[in-house]
């Protein structure tokens, strides 16, 4: 038997009879037949709708628990190993320029998220996800702003999307959370907070958390024909579980006479975002700085909100190269920092430092990641160009327990915000390095839980519900070491 079907028949043989035995024994009895009677099993509770007849799934009771995010950051947010000492200069000074909180005189606003990339990706060190305590909190108490309810002091720091106009066409666009409006150096500027509670209360908003960006050079680097290559890998398995994926194109030629085209790029695979939205660090730069900031640039050079009194002192681009510097590296504009600073960042190193944890359930665990199916969504491993620059990135493993795909998340997870490709229902896998330091899980942010997090894998329409099954049957120590697995990340 090869690896595949041997893993293939572990299991159908637990979606089939829901667990109960051991695995060693599953992996013994594990044949054909069994395999045939499950995938029918499958293709029936397809027929009964979506991938499975039920909404959501209710785990059986387990001992089994979260070990929590480690506390030890590490060597977290270091630089790449085996860069120049140029290269390590831009990454110091694009750390920096990333850290650093902006002004109104800077551009800042009219409408913002925060005032410095650090501020949200900052757990458990500068790159990261959602610190435990929102700066969101601290920055509605400026100028003239009220904290909408959806926001709280124990995180997570949120952005949000309004899924319809007041007509009822489609949004998805991010709204800004806060103004400038009653600021000191902002008289006359008058903006004011889309009315939050109302869109709310019309079940209109969603939301999304600051992605890690530790890694996110090599995730670059990483060829379409290697995301081609493992999207085709293990098909046998991801068909009879019902896992499908694909990459978020970006075509070209998508516009209708008369609105706006976007994401019309190069027709190569997105990669950054919850969606996979995004190509590159530089084009994700120049959106989070105008987006999330305010501040326009040279690849996002129209302030989104033009309202006359809001950017008096700041000039158009707010941010661009200085080409009167003294040196090429001063005068990079801040888009171009931040892309040096993002690239050149290590990946999070596992450890096996997690409560509770011996490194032999670990190594379990990690077996189990792959025995139930995790890992044909949450690809351990991609590798990058063999050519890719500069030379300290290329033909790199990159650990990163992501296929970078798309896949049909059902009902559960949905947001109903097409982008790109990408439906309503669809989600990148989630990258997982770095999940044992990670303290807000799902692209919401709904849950510190990984046990909750793999719950909600399950509702009608996911591609995943018959992994999520097959995790939740088994022996408790199994989903123990997974969890522990997964903490050591
Ligand atoms: C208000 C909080 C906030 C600020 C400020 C912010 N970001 Fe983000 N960042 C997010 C959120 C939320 C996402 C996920 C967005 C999505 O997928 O729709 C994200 C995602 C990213 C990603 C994608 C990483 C990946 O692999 O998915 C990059 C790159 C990034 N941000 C860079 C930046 C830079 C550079 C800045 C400063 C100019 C910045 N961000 C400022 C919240 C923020
Ligand atoms: C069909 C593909 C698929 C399978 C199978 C799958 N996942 Fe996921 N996983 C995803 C996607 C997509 C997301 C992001 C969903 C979202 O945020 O709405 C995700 C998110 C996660 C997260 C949250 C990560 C974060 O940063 O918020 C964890 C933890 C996780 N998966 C663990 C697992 C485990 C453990 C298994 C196996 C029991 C598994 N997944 C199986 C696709 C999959």
Redesign the pocket.
């Known amino acids: 038997m090869t690896k595949e079907t041997r893993h293939l028949g572990f299991l159908l043989l637990l979606v089939a009879c829901n667990g109960g035995e051991p695995a060693d024994t599953a992996l013994a009895q594990a044949s054909t037949e069994t395999a045939t009677a499950a995938r029918e099993t499958i293709e029936a509770m397809r027929r009964g709708g979506g991938r499975d007849g039920s909404a959501s799934f209710t785990p059986p009771p387990s001992t089994a628990r979260d070990p929590g995010a480690r506390e030890s950051i590490g060597d977290a947010g270091a630089a790449l190993d085996g860069l120049s000492d140029k290269q390590r200069y831009l990454f110091n000074i694009g750390k920096l320029d ?1 850290e650093e909180v902006e002004e109104v005189d800077e551009g800042l606003g009219p409408t ?10 900052s757990q458990p060190a500068t790159g990261g996800t ?1 610190p435990r305590i929102n700066p ?1 909190v601290a920055l509605a108490k400026v100028g003239n702003n009220t904290l909408p309810s959806f926001l709280s002091l124990n995180g997570p ?3 949000v ?1 309004f899924v319809r106009n007041a007509d009822g066409s489609p949004d998805g666009g ?1 709204h800004g ?1 806060f103004t400038i409006s009653g600021r000191p150096d902002a008289v006359g500027c008058t903006v004011q907070q889309p009315r939050f509670e109302a869109e709310l209360a019309r079940n209109n908003v969603v939301f ?6 530790f890694g ?1 050079g090599l ?1 670059e680097a990483i060829p379409d024909s290697e995301i081609r290559r493992n999207a085709a890998a293990a098909s046998n398995s991801k068909q009879a579980l019902g896992i499908r994926g694909r990459p978020n194109m970006l075509l070209t030629g998508q516009s209708i006479t008369g609105t706006p085209n976007h994401n019309g790029n190069d027709g190569t695979i997105g ?8 190509k590159s ?1 530089l084009i ?2 120049g ?3 105008n987006v ?2 305010g ?1 326009t640039n040279l690849a996002f050079p129209t302030e989104r909100d033009e309202t006359a009194g809001c950017q008096i002192l700041a000039p158009q681009p707010n941010s661009e190269a200085d080409l009167d510097a003294g040196s090429p590296a001063d005068g990079l504009s ?2 171009e920092k ?2 040096v ?2 690239r050149f960042l290590a990946p999070p190193r596992p450890s096996t430092q997690v409560t509770g944890a011996t490194a032999d359930s670990i190594d379990a665990g990690r077996r189990q990641f792959t025995d139930v199916g995790c890992a044909l969504c949450h690809t351990p491993t991609l590798n990058t160009h063999v050519a890719a620059s500069p030379a300290s990135m290329a033909g790199k493993a990159v650990d990163l327990y992501s296929d970078l795909l798309l896949h049909d998340m059902g009902i559960g997870l949905a947001d109903g915000i097409q ?1 790109g490709q990408a439906s309503g229902r669809e989600w ?1 896998t989630a ?1 997982l390095w770095g999940l044992g330091q990670r303290l807000f899980f799902l ?1 919401d942010g709904r849950t510190g839980d990984l046990r909750e997090a793999i719950t909600a894998h399950y509702s009608t329409g996911s591609e995943a519900n018959a992994v999520t099954k097959a995790f939740f049957a088994l022996p408790d120590a199994q989903q123990q070491a997974l969890l522990n697995f997964l903490r050591s990340l």
């Open positions: 990333f913002l998220n925060l005032d410095s990339c650090g501020g949200c990706h959602s969101q720091v949120r952005e999307r991010v959370l999304r958390i600051p992605t890690p960006v996110a995730i990669r950054f975002g919850w969606k996979a939205q995004n660090l994700f730069s959106e989070a700085y999330e900031m501040i801040s888009i931040f892309t600073f993002m982008q990148r990258p692209h």
